[in-house]
């Protein structure tokens, strides 16, 4: 399939000025030719496919950090959702693949899920038998007994389990996801949460990881949780709430990205979702920690990536960073593209739009470079060089056949 975006303002990702009336070929999953319209061979234009694109703003593809498909904005106290049927959470997961990408995410580091239901995902849309965002996928993560998510994670107890637990997820998982801390809750101190894994089962987990190839992300709220993250090796900590700026300086020296998931926490204060009342007192207690932590890692230089978790809202999260924050439009759709496919270590195909890379764009009705808040503004998603607009991302199968046989043994792992 070819197919030609003409005449569009181009932001692509890198945070330098946008390309003004300008096309862009793309040959199968690529980019082929990026070239002031004008430039662009009437030959090819006649050819292929054509989407005009004049007055309109492209951007690459959202690349979104943290994600639960199988619980994303649930309704009703968050844990008894893990208790429903593994084929009613498979249902739901699906579902929320395509929302995610109607919203113009078009790639997702899933951070937990049960029964295999992330990984089997991953392949599936992976393999084109249903749409979905690109997935990196963490499989179960992993947690202490009695731990903050004990209803989700593998309980872990020790240095011996925690090597043996590392050693059997980096076989086929993309990320290891461990959690750290349990939080929010008054545990009598300054601070809602309180540590759960040792310093030395953490060093062992990132050690594994590392050692496999593979990265480690640590749930970690709390100083002491930060800490014991920090010095144990892992590379992305999530939320961060508590982080004090001796640690800032420590993430920004090591290369530790923080994923704030601001949106997160504002988000689960909305009654529509029904969480309770005991929920809704121990969040509203870290929102402002977690700005305040979110503005000191931005002051220390820390390398921020952009993640949503399951009650997050993309255009609400920018808009926090520019509120909050002080980020500017160019450097937050950078950091939503570019700095997040760095962090997943997949920047040599995705995350800008250059020539050679996988074509994952929006096309956006609206600037958002003059209001961040046309970040959602979608008129198409393209996921690597397949035009959709939002209206027509729905449950779409393919018939089985030999291909989808030959997916078995890697679906029963």
Same mark, same amino acid.
Request: proline letters at 4%; charged letters at 30%; a negative charge.
């Given at each position: 399939?070819?197919?030609?975006?003409?005449?569009?303002?181009?932001?692509?990702?890198?945070?330098?000025?946008?390309?003004?009336?300008?096309?862009?070929?793309?040959?199968?999953?690529?980019i082929s030719r990026i070239?002031?319209?004008?430039?662009?061979?009437?030959?090819?234009?006649?050819?292929?496919?054509?989407?005009?694109?004049?007055?309109?703003?492209?951007?690459?593809?959202?690349?979104?950090m943290h994600q639960h498909?199988?619980?994303?904005?649930?309704?009703?106290?968050?844990?008894?959702?893990?208790?429903?049927?593994?084929?009613?959470?498979?249902?739901?997961?699906?579902?929320?693949?395509?929302?995610?990408?109607?919203?113009?995410?078009?790639?997702?580091?899933?951070?937990?899920?049960?029964?295999?239901?992330?990984?089997?995902?991953?392949?599936?849309?992976?393999?084109?038998?249903?749409?979905?965002?690109?997935?990196?996928?963490?499989?179960?993560?992993?947690?202490?007994?009695?731990?903050?998510?004990?209803?989700?994670?593998?309980?872990?107890?020790?240095?011996?389990?925690?090597?043996?637990?590392?050693?059997?997820?980096?076989?086929?998982?993309?990320?290891?996801?461990?959690?750290?801390?349990?939080?929010?809750?008054?545990?009598?101190?300054?601070?809602?949460?309180?540590?759960?894994?040792? /310093? @030395?089962?953490? =060093?062992?987990?990132?050690?594994? $990881?590392?050692?496999? #190839?593979? +990265? !480690?992300?640590?749930?970690?709220?709390?100083?002491?949780?930060?800490?014991?993250?920090?010095?144990?090796?892992?590379?992305?900590?999530?939320?961060?709430?508590?982080?004090?700026?001796?640690?800032?300086?420590?993430?920004?020296?090591?290369?530790?990205?923080?994923?704030?998931?601001?949106?997160?926490?504002?988000?689960?204060?909305?009654?529509?979702?029904?969480?309770?009342?005991?929920?809704?007192?121990?969040?509203?207690?870290? /929102? @402002?920690?977690? =700005?305040?932590?979110?503005?000191? $890692?931005?002051?220390? #230089?820390? +390398? !921020?990536?952009?993640?949503?978790?399951?009650?997050?809202?993309?255009?609400?999260?920018?808009?926090?960073?520019?509120?909050?924050?002080?980020?500017?439009?160019?450097?937050?759709?950078?950091?939503?593209?570019?700095?997040?496919?760095?962090?997943?270590?997949?920047?040599?195909?995705?995350?800008?739009?250059?020539?050679?890379?996988?074509?994952?764009?929006?096309?956006?009705?609206?600037?958002?470079?003059?209001?961040?808040?046309? /970040?959602?503004?979608?008129?198409?998603?393209?996921?690597?060089?397949?035009?959709?607009?939002?209206?027509?991302?729905?449950?779409?199968?393919?018939?089985?056949?030999?291909?989808?046989?030959?997916?078995?043994?890697?679906?029963?792992?």
């Amino acid at each position: 399939m070819a197919l030609v975006v003409r005449n569009a303002r181009i932001i692509d990702g890198q945070g330098v000025r946008p390309k003004e009336s300008h096309s862009i070929l793309i040959e199968g999953e690529k980019i082929s030719r990026i070239a002031p319209d004008s430039h662009l061979p009437l030959e090819k234009v006649l050819r292929h496919e054509v989407i005009n694109a004049t007055g309109k703003s492209v951007i690459p593809g959202i690349i979104n950090m943290h994600q639960h498909f199988i619980f994303r904005r649930t309704y009703g106290p968050l844990w008894h959702q893990f208790k429903l049927p593994v084929p009613v959470l498979t249902t739901r997961a699906i579902k929320n693949a395509l929302a995610e990408l109607k919203s113009g995410i078009t790639t997702v580091r899933e951070l937990g899920s049960v029964a295999g239901i992330n990984q089997c995902l991953k392949y599936m849309i992976e393999h084109k038998f249903i749409l979905g965002p690109r997935i990196f996928s963490a499989g179960q993560p992993l947690g202490i007994t009695g731990s903050h998510a004990k209803a989700i994670a593998q309980p872990v107890n020790g240095v011996h389990e925690a090597r043996r637990w590392v050693r059997e997820r980096v076989q086929y998982v993309d990320w290891v996801k461990v959690f750290a801390s349990f939080d929010p809750f008054d545990f009598g101190g300054e601070e809602y949460a309180r540590p759960e894994f040792e /310093i @030395e089962e953490l =060093k062992v987990m990132a050690d594994e $990881a590392h050692k496999a #190839g593979k +990265k !480690i992300a640590a749930h970690a709220v709390g100083s002491k949780a930060i800490r014991n993250a920090v010095e144990a090796g892992v590379d992305t900590i999530e939320h961060g709430i508590y982080l004090n700026r001796e640690l800032a300086k420590i993430m920004k020296e090591r290369n530790i990205v923080l994923i704030p998931t601001l949106t997160a926490y504002t988000q689960t204060l909305n009654r529509t979702y029904a969480r309770g009342d005991k929920w809704i007192e121990l969040h509203a207690a870290v /929102i @402002e920690p977690h =700005k305040k932590s979110f503005k000191l $890692a931005l002051e220390e #230089g820390v +390398k !921020i990536g952009m993640g949503l978790d399951s009650l997050g809202d993309l255009k609400e999260e920018v808009c926090l960073w520019r509120d909050v924050g002080g980020i500017d439009a160019n450097e937050i759709i950078k950091i939503c593209t570019r700095d997040n496919a760095e962090i997943l270590g997949v920047e040599e195909k995705l995350g800008t739009i250059e020539e050679g890379k996988i074509a994952d764009l929006l096309i956006l009705d609206e600037d958002p470079l003059e209001d961040i808040e046309n /970040i959602d503004k979608i008129s198409y998603i393209i996921k690597e060089g397949r035009p959709f607009k939002p209206e027509e991302i729905m449950l779409w199968t393919q018939y089985e056949n030999e291909e989808y046989n030959s997916l078995i043994p890697e679906l029963i792992k």
